[in-house]
């Protein structure tokens, strides 16, 4: 049998908006480690990491699992697209760099190329159809209409784009939104002119992490967390744009 230990995996998976993504992954972990240590070959650590959208991410995860002698790295997304693949291995090595003594780093094949996942979905297709037809969806918002706030468009002067694409992600956009996001809902003024959403890669990921403001279309970057409010309250409420933390759009605004 290949000698495992000592070794820490990194289950790597793309983010989600709702905090099940998170919880989720971190069962997924649990679960893991405890196959892995069934087959003798307990892990120093199971992690969960996010390409986008949450945290912690690869390099923090990597931190996390520094001690171990080798980290196996196992996507746990699909599609898992080759572009993106291959700026993960980019940021694998960015990592590693300067790390003499640091453990050996593997990537594990795409979850969809697992040899045994046609044999463990067969087995729950068959499972499945011992159980009873989809529930049906009743009370207030029963299954027949969607909500209808559903049909109003929130009051808004900015639409806000805050960037929680991969490279932005690594760069700490995924920490910074709730402080962004507070300083929107704590701000009456902001509050009521603002549209605050999160976006996938907007591009200039060079300039993360990245946020733009419409109507005036002025893209901002790269912006620490004591800046971002600082930045969105002067567009919005003075009219000003940041020059210096301006990547792209109108210097001066209407
Ligand atoms: S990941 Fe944010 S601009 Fe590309």
Redesign the pocket.
């Known amino acids: 049998m290949t000698e495992l230990a000592p070794i820490a995996v990194i289950l790597l998976a793309r983010g989600g908006v709702y905090s099940a993504a998170a919880s989720d992954l971190a069962q997924l972990a649990e679960r893991v480690h405890e196959a892995l240590a069934a087959q003798g070959s307990a892990p120093t650590r199971v992690q969960p990491a996010f390409a986008d959208r949450l945290h912690p991410s690869l390099p923090e995860a990597l931190d996390a699992c520094a001690a171990a002698r080798t980290v196996v790295i196992v996507p746990v997304m699909s599609p898992d697209e080759p572009p993106l693949r291959r700026w993960l291995h980019k940021l694998v090595m960015r990592w590693r760099a300067g790390r003499a003594d640091g453990p050996r780093l593997v990537f594990a094949d795409p979850l969809l190329q697992t040899p045994q996942l046609p044999e463990m979905l067969a087995c729950t297709v068959r499972r499945s159809l011992a159980l009873p037809d989809v529930a049906a969806v009743t009370g207030e918002d029963a299954w027949e209409r969607d909500p209808v706030g559903w049909s109003s468009v929130p009051e808004h002067r900015h639409h806000v784009l805050w960037?929680m694409?991969?490279?932005?992600?690594a760069k700490g956009?995924v920490q910074q939104w709730p402080q962004l996001a507070q300083t929107v809902r704590e701000t009456p003024a902001l509050k009521k002119r603002v549209m605050l959403l999160q976006t996938s890669?907007?591009?200039?990921?060079n300039?993360?992490p990245?946020m733009i403001v419409y109507p005036e279309g002025v893209w901002y970057g790269p912006l620490a967390e004591a800046d971002m409010g600082r930045v969105l309250t002067q567009h919005v409420l003075h009219g000003l744009v940041d020059e210096a933390l301006r990547v792209h759009g109108p210097k001066a605004l209407p």
């Open positions: 960037c694409g991969p490279r932005c992600a956009a890669c907007q591009h200039p990921c300039h993360g990245l």
